[in-house]
C-alpha cells in the first residue's frame, strides 16, 4: 500500500467494473488488468473479490455473462453491459460525483478566520 | 460416493454447471496471471505461485461467490441431506436401529390406530346409524339380559322415544335344504320393521311384506348377499326356496354385505307368523330400535325404564326390573371396546418407548460426534447450521422410520386379518386410509422435532470450541442428567407392556389350562343340525340320530361316543332359565339346559357322583329322568339327597307337562368363563325330549384313539346315513382353544409389544454403556494401567447404566401396579397384580439390560492401556 498503490473505496468496485465493461465486454481477470492500467497502476483490485462482485451484479441483473474465445483462443467468461446495468452505471457515476465533489469541498475548505 | 451423489442432487438444481463454470472461469484467471507473470521473466513455478497468491484463497473467494447466487440456502440444504445420508451410511448400525426402532412404533400404533378408528369410530354401514340403538333387559344386579319377546311388544307399543322397533333371536346354525342339498346356514328370525329400522335397502327383490310377518302368512325368506352368491349360484331370487326346519320359505329378497348383524346371519326369516314363547321369563330375543327425531338414548332409556315398571306392577312374573338402552355401535363393538382401547394403550407406550430409545441413541451419538461439531464450529458453521444439520438429520431418520412404519403397520394387518381372532368385530371392513397415513406422519415428523431438537440445542449450547480442546462436551453433567431420564423413562415404560404382556399371556396358558371337569384329550366333535323337514315323525329323526350313533360306535379306533346339544365350550350357546319346583314356585337362579346321552358322560369322562346313569329303559313312554350336576344339587337341595326329588324346567322345551325326576347326580363341567358353581345345570335324555329337531343343533362326541381314523369315520358315517346333513369336525381341544381365540389375540399383540419394548429398551441400555465406555476410554486406560482389574473397569461401568435401569424399574412397576387395574376386567384367571407376572417382567428386563451392558463395558476394557493413553 505504501507503494503507490490504493485500496478501492468501499462500494466503488461496482461503479468501477460498470465503467470498464461500458467499453467493452471482458473477462474477470482482463477486468482486473484494466483497472489496473485505467489508474495507472493507483487501484490494485483485490483478485479474490472481484468474482463474487461480477456474481452480485449478475444476480441484479446489471451485467450478464456468456462464454467466448479470448485473445489467446481460450475458453473464457465475458461479462457484458445490459440496458439495466447502463442505467445503474449513470445513476452511479451522478452518485459518485455528488460524494466525492462533496468529500473535496469538505477537505479543500478553509477553517474560518484563518 | 458422496461427491457423485453432490453432483447428481446439485445438477437437479442447475447447480452443477454453475459450479463448473466457476471452477473454469478461475482457472483461466490464474493462467491469464501467470502467464503475464511469465512473461515479466518468472519461472514458470514460481509465476504459477505467486498467481494463486495474488488471487488469495481460492475456496474463499468460491464460497462468497456461492453467497451471492442468493441459492445460499436451498445449496446448504441440499448439502446437509447429502451430509446428513453421508454420516449416516458411515454408521449404518445406527441408522438401521434408529429406522427400526421408529418403525416398529409407528407400525404398531398406525395398525392399532387403524382398527380402533375402523372398529370403534367409523359410523355402522347404516343410514343415520347414530339413531340406532340396543335395548336390553337390566336386571337387579346391573348386569343386562336379552329381551323377552311378550315385554318386547309391550315396549314397541308403549315407547314414543323410539320410532321404531324390532327383534331378532341370535343367529343359530342351522342344516337348510336347497334345491342343490342340505348346507349349513346362519339363521335368524325377525320381527316385522327390523328391515325398516336398519333402514338398507334389499339388492334384489324385496323385504318380506306385513302380510308375511302376520300369524299364520307365507313363509318367506331373505338371504345374505354373501350366501346368495356363494351357496345359492346367484340364482332367482325369485322362485328360489329353502326348508327351513321342515316349512318351505320362499326367497323374495337379497340384502346387501353391509347389513350384517352380529352373527353374519345368512338368512332371515319372519318371527312372528309362529312365536315359540309365551312366557315373559324367556328372555330370547336381541331389540334395536331407531331413535325418533331429536330424542336421546338417555330419553329413551328413562321411558323404557318406566314403561318396564308399569309391565312389571301388571305381571309379577316379570323379572328384570329396568331397561338398558345403549348406541348401536357400543352394542356392537362390545367388549372389543375395551381390548381395543388397551391394546390402542399399550401401541402408544411402545412407540413413546420407541421414540425415548431414538432420542437416547441421537443423544449417545451426537457426544460422540461432539469433536467434529466442535471441527465445524470453528470453521464457521453456525449454530443454528449445526442445530439443522442435526434437526435434519433426525427428520430423515423419522420419514425413513414412517415409512417404514407404514409397511409395518400393513403387515400387522395383514396379519391380524389372517389371524382372524373373531374378536375384532367389523375387521373386514378396515383398511390402512389417508387419514390413519397422515396419523403415522405427524407421528413421525413430531417424534423428529420433539427428540430430534433436544439433543441438537443440548449439544450446541454449550461452547463447543472448548469441548473440542477438551475432546469432550463442556456441559456432560447436565446432558447426562438428561439421558439418564430418558433411559430411565424407556425402562419404566418398558416395564409396564412387559407385566401387561405377562399378565395377558398367563391368563391365557391359566384359561387353556384350567381343569374342566372333563376329558378333551383324544375327543372328536361333530356338530350337525338335522333338517326337521326331512323327516315325517320324531321317531324317524331319531333312528337317524341312532343309526349315526351305532355307526361310529362300530368304527375301528373309537373307544366311546355319546350326543350333547351343546358343547361344554364357551361361546357354543348354552340354554338356560329358571326351572319350577313341587310346590309351582320357579327358582331365582337360572340352570343350563342340557341334552345328552349316557355315552356323552363315558366319552367326556365326566363321574356320575350318586344314583345311576341314564339306562336304555329312559325311553319315550318312562318318566323322564335327569341328571344334575353338583352345583344344582347343591343350590336346589342343600343338604339333602337329590336323587328322587322331581322338577320341571317349564318355558325351556315343549314338553311343559312332563316333570323330571333326578336319579343321578354328575359332576360339574366347567367352562374357563365361568367360575366352578357359576353355571349349574342338568341333562335330560335326547330320546325322552328330543328337542334337537329343528330348534337347536346337536353334536356327537367321540374318544378316539390317535390313528386319525376315528375323525374320518365320524363324517363317513354321517354322510352315509344322511347325505343332507352337513358336518363340522373338530377336536375339543381345538374347540375350547378357539373359543380363547380373542384372548390369544390379545396376549399374541400384547407379549409381540412387550417383547419389543424389551429389546428396545436393550438397544439404549446398550447405546448408552457404549458410549460412556468409548467416552471413558482415557479414564478406562489409566485405571487398569493403575492395577485395577478388567471386571474391576467393566462393573464400574455397568453399575452406572444399571442404577439408571433400577431407578426405571421401580418407578415403572410401581406405574404398573397403580395402573394394572386398567386389565381387570380382560384377565380371567390372573389377578392383575400377579406377583409371577411382575417378578417374570422385572427378571427378564434386568437380566437383558445386565447383557446388554455388559457387552459394551467388555469391550471397552479389552483395549490395552498402553494403546488407549497413546493414542488420546
Known amino acids: 500500500m505504501g507503494d503507490g498503490h490504493a485500496e478501492l473505496l468501499p462500494g466503488t468496485l461496482d461503479l468501477i467494473v460498470l465503467r470498464v465493461l461500458s467499453l467493452e465486454p471482458m473477462h474477470g481477470w482482463g477486468i482486473g488488468e484494466r483497472i489496473r492500467l485505467l489508474s495507472d497502476d493507483v487501484f490494485e483490485v483485490n483478485q479474490g473479490s472481484l468474482y463474487p462482485a461480477l456474481q452480485r451484479m449478475r444476480r441484479k441483473g446489471w451485467i450478464r455473462a456468456e462464454w467466448r474465445r479470448s485473445e489467446n483462443n481460450r475458453r473464457a467468461r465475458y461479462y457484458a453491459l445490459t440496458t439495466a446495468g447502463e442505467a445503474r452505471l449513470g445513476d452511479a457515476r451522478d452518485e459518485w460525483r455528488r460524494t466525492s465533489g462533496a468529500v473535496e469541498r469538505i477537505l479543500g475548505a478553509v477553517p474560518e478566520g484563518a | 460416493m458422496g461427491r457423485e451423489w453432490w453432483h447428481r442432487f446439485a445438477a437437479l438444481f442447475g447447480l452443477r454447471r454453475e459450479e463448473a463454470d466457476l471452477d473454469e472461469e478461475i482457472r483461466f484467471h490464474l493462467e491469464m496471471e501467470a502467464g503475464k507473470l511469465e512473461a515479466e521473466g518468472r519461472s514458470p513455478g514460481d509465476a504459477r505461485r505467486e498467481a494463486l497468491r495474488r488471487f488469495g484463497g481460492v475456496e474463499r473467494m468460491k464460497e462468497r461467490t456461492r453467497d451471492e447466487r442468493g441459492t445460499r440456502l436451498l445449496e446448504d440444504t441440499v448439502r446437509d441431506v447429502l451430509y446428513t445420508l453421508r454420516t449416516l451410511r458411515r454408521d449404518p448400525a445406527f441408522a438401521v436401529v434408529a429406522v427400526l426402532t421408529l418403525s416398529l412404533g409407528v407400525g404398531a400404533t398406525t395398525a392399532m390406530y387403524t382398527l380402533v378408528d375402523g372398529v370403534l369410530l367409523r359410523p355402522l354401514p347404516y343410514p343415520a346409524a347414530h339413531e340406532l340403538v340396543s335395548i336390553r333387559e337390566r336386571t337387579a344386579e346391573g348386569g343386562t339380559l336379552a329381551t323377552s319377546y311378550l315385554n318386547f311388544m309391550d315396549w314397541r307399543t308403549a315407547s314414543d322415544r323410539i320410532a321404531a322397533m324390532a327383534a331378532h333371536t341370535p343367529t343359530r346354525p342351522t342344516t337348510v335344504l336347497t334345491p342343490s342339498g342340505g348346507v349349513r346356514a346362519r339363521i335368524?328370525?325377525?320381527?316385522?320393521?327390523?328391515?325398516?329400522?336398519?333402514?338398507?335397502?334389499?339388492?334384489?327383490?324385496?323385504?318380506?311384506?306385513?302380510?308375511?310377518?302376520?300369524?299364520?302368512?307365507?313363509?318367506?325368506?331373505?338371504?345374505?348377499?354373501?350366501?346368495?352368491?356363494?351357496?345359492?349360484?346367484?340364482?332367482?331370487?325369485?322362485?328360489?326356496?329353502?326348508?327351513?326346519a321342515g316349512t318351505v320359505h320362499d326367497v323374495v329378497g337379497v340384502m346387501p354385505g353391509g347389513f350384517e348383524l352380529p352373527g353374519r346371519p345368512d338368512v332371515w326369516v319372519a318371527l312372528d307368523r309362529a312365536v315359540p314363547w309365551s312366557a315373559r321369563g324367556n328372555h330370547v330375543v336381541e331389540v334395536l330400535g331407531r331413535l325418533a327425531p331429536g330424542a336421546t338414548v338417555d330419553e329413551a332409556d328413562r321411558e323404557l325404564d318406566a314403561v318396564q315398571a308399569a309391565i312389571r306392577a301388571g305381571a309379577p312374573e316379570v323379572d328384570s326390573p329396568s331397561v338398558a338402552a345403549r348406541p348401536y355401535l357400543d352394542a356392537v363393538v362390545g367388549d372389543a371396546r375395551r381390548a381395543l382401547t388397551l391394546l390402542l394403550a399399550a401401541a402408544a407406550l411402545l412407540l413413546l418407548v420407541a421414540c425415548t430409545n431414538l432420542a437416547s441413541t441421537l443423544l449417545a451419538r451426537g457426544f460422540g460426534r461432539v469433536r467434529e461439531l466442535g471441527m465445524r464450529a470453528s470453521l464457521g458453521a453456525g449454530r443454528g447450521r449445526l442445530v439443522r444439520q442435526l434437526f435434519l438429520e433426525s427428520l430423515t431418520l423419522a420419514l425413513a422410520g414412517g415409512m417404514g412404519g407404514v409397511l409395518t403397520a400393513s403387515g400387522l394387518l395383514a396379519l391380524t386379518r389372517a389371524f382372524d381372532p373373531g374378536a375384532v368385530p367389523r375387521l373386514a371392513e378396515v383398511s390402512l386410509d389417508p387419514g390413519v397415513l397422515g396419523f403415522t406422519l405427524l407421528v413421525a415428523v413430531g417424534t423428529a422435532v420433539a427428540f430430534g431438537l433436544m439433543p441438537a440445542l443440548a449439544l450446541t449450547r454449550g461452547d463447543l470450541a472448548s469441548a473440542l480442546r477438551s475432546g469432550r462436551s463442556g456441559h456432560g453433567r447436565g446432558v447426562r442428567r438428561i439421558w439418564r431420564a430418558i433411559l430411565a423413562g424407556e425402562v419404566a415404560l418398558a416395564v409396564l407392556l412387559l407385566v401387561a404382556g405377562g399378565l395377558v399371556a398367563r391368563d391365557l396358558v391359566a384359561i387353556l389350562d384350567r381343569p374342566g371337569g372333563f376329558r378333551t384329550a383324544g375327543v372328536v366333535t361333530a356338530q350337525m343340525e338335522l333338517p326337521a323337514g326331512k323327516y315325517a315323525s320324531v321317531a324317524e329323526a331319531l333312528q337317524v340320530v341312532?343309526?349315526?350313533?351305532?355307526?361310529?360306535?362300530?368304527?375301528?379306533?373309537?373307544?366311546?361316543?355319546?350326543?350333547?346339544?351343546?358343547?361344554?365350550?364357551?361361546?357354543?350357546?348354552?340354554?338356560?332359565?329358571?326351572?319350577?319346583?313341587?310346590?309351582?314356585?320357579?327358582?331365582?337362579?337360572?340352570?343350563?339346559?342340557?341334552?345328552?346321552?349316557?355315552?356323552?358322560?363315558?366319552?367326556?369322562?365326566?363321574?356320575?357322583?350318586?344314583?345311576?346313569?341314564?339306562?336304555?329303559?329312559?325311553?319315550?313312554?318312562?318318566?323322564?329322568?335327569?341328571?344334575?350336576?353338583?352345583?344344582?344339587?347343591?343350590?336346589?337341595?342343600?343338604?339333602?339327597?337329590?336323587?328322587?326329588?322331581?322338577?320341571?324346567?317349564?318355558?325351556?322345551?315343549?314338553?311343559?307337562?312332563?316333570?323330571?325326576?333326578?336319579?343321578?347326580?354328575?359332576?360339574?363341567?366347567?367352562?374357563?368363563?365361568?367360575?366352578?358353581g357359576g353355571s349349574p345345570g342338568y341333562y335330560v335324555h335326547y330320546r325322552q325330549r328330543p328337542t334337537f329337531l329343528g330348534l337347536f343343533g346337536m353334536s356327537v362326541v367321540a374318544a378316539v384313539d390317535d390313528t386319525g381314523a376315528g375323525a374320518a369315520h365320524l363324517r363317513e358315517t354321517v354322510r352315509r346315513v344322511d347325505r343332507d346333513v352337513p358336518v363340522r369336525l373338530?377336536?375339543?381341544?381345538?374347540?375350547?382353544?378357539?373359543?380363547?381365540?380373542?384372548?390369544?389375540?390379545?396376549?399374541?399383540?400384547?407379549?409381540?409389544f412387550a417383547l419389543a419394548a424389551l429389546l428396545l429398551a436393550c438397544v439404549g441400555v446398550y447405546g448408552v454403556v457404549a458410549y460412556t465406555a468409548a467416552r471413558h476410554t482415557r479414564d478406562m486406560g489409566i485405571r487398569l494401567a493403575l492395577g485395577a482389574s478388567r471386571s474391576q473397569v467393566r462393573s464400574g461401568v455397568q453399575a452406572d447404566v444399571l442404577t439408571t435401569v433400577g431407578i426405571g424399574m421401580a418407578v415403572g412397576s410401581v406405574l404398573a401396579y397403580t395402573l394394572a387395574r386398567a386389565l381387570e376386567r380382560l384377565l380371567f384367571v390372573v389377578s392383575p397384580w400377579d406377583p409371577v407376572a411382575f417378578s417374570l417382567a422385572l427378571g427378564a428386563l434386568g437380566a437383558a439390560a445386565w447383557c446388554a451392558s455388559w457387552v459394551p463395558a467388555w469391550r471397552g476394557t479389552r483395549l490395552s492401556p498402553a494403546r488407549v493413553l497413546t493414542e488420546e
Open chain 2, 546 to 676: 341312532d343309526g349315526i350313533l351305532d355307526g361310529v360306535r362300530a368304527g375301528g379306533g373309537v373307544e366311546a361316543v355319546g350326543l350333547t346339544l351343546t358343547l361344554p365350550v364357551p361361546g357354543r350357546g348354552s340354554v338356560a332359565g329358571p326351572v319350577q319346583m313341587d310346590d309351582g314356585t320357579r327358582t331365582d337362579r337360572s340352570f343350563e339346559y342340557r341334552v345328552a346321552d349316557a355315552g356323552y358322560f363315558r366319552t367326556l369322562e365326566v363321574p356320575l357322583i350318586r344314583g345311576r346313569m341314564f339306562e336304555p329303559s329312559d325311553g319315550p313312554g318312562a318318566p323322564h329322568a335327569a341328571l344334575v350336576d353338583e352345583a344344582m344339587a347343591e343350590a336346589l337341595w342343600p343338604g339333602l339327597d337329590p336323587v328322587g326329588q322331581t322338577f320341571n324346567p317349564r318355558g325351556m322345551d315343549p314338553f311343559p307337562d312332563q316333570a323330571l325326576t333326578v336319579v343321578g347326580v354328575v359332576g360339574e363341567t366347567l367352562r374357563w368363563d365361568r367360575a366352578p
Open chain 2, 730 to 752: 373338530g377336536t375339543l381341544e381345538a374347540d375350547i382353544a378357539g373359543s380363547a381365540s380373542d384372548r390369544r389375540f390379545r396376549a399374541f399383540v400384547l407379549s409381540g
Open chain 2, 188 to 244: 335368524t328370525s325377525v320381527t316385522r320393521d327390523f328391515f325398516q329400522v336398519g333402514g338398507v335397502e334389499p339388492i334384489r327383490g324385496r323385504i318380506p311384506d306385513p302380510g308375511e310377518h302376520a300369524e299364520g302368512g307365507p313363509a318367506v325368506a331373505v338371504v345374505s348377499e354373501r350366501f346368495w352368491r356363494s351357496t345359492l349360484g346367484e340364482q332367482g331370487p325369485q322362485g328360489l326356496s329353502l326348508d327351513i
